[in-house]
């Protein structure tokens, strides 16, 4: 365990620290919205899509054949990464060319995608 950061112990019946830990603690909401990040991310075609969406833009027909996956597979996944809050999309006439809402999701990707190639 080289690297490791030197933990502060606390116990309910020594030295505790509660009310350090309580106030470190990440709001609701921000919880919720990295418990959102975490389930999107559970999926691998979902991941696939997210990889494939970091430096484009790309419509249900193209990220189809990025896939290879029909249309209403892809379609499904894309409306969990919109509930999810994870993509959006811009229309353009008929078409809905997807992408990443936020860019803390592509440091995520990044850092998870070299932290695996070491």
Do not use: W
Request: net charge neutral; aromatic share 8%; glycine share 2%.
């Amino acid at each position: 365990m080289e690297n490791q950061t030197k933990l502060i112990r606390s116990c309910c019946e020594g030295v505790s620290f509660i009310t350090d830990i309580k106030e470190a603690l990440p709001n609701d909401d921000l919880l919720k919205n990295i418990s959102n990040v975490t389930k999107a991310m559970s999926d691998p075609t979902r991941l696939k899509i997210l990889y494939a969406l970091m430096d484009y833009e790309i419509c249900v027909g193209e990220m189809v054949n990025v896939l290879n996956l029909p249309q209403s597979h892809v379609s499904h996944q894309l409306k969990a990464l919109r509930k999810y809050g994870i993509v959006d999309f811009n229309k353009e006439k008929k078409m809905s060319f997807y992408y990443i809402k936020d860019e803390y999701v592509r440091e995520i990707l990044t850092l998870l995608l070299k932290e695996k190639e070491v």
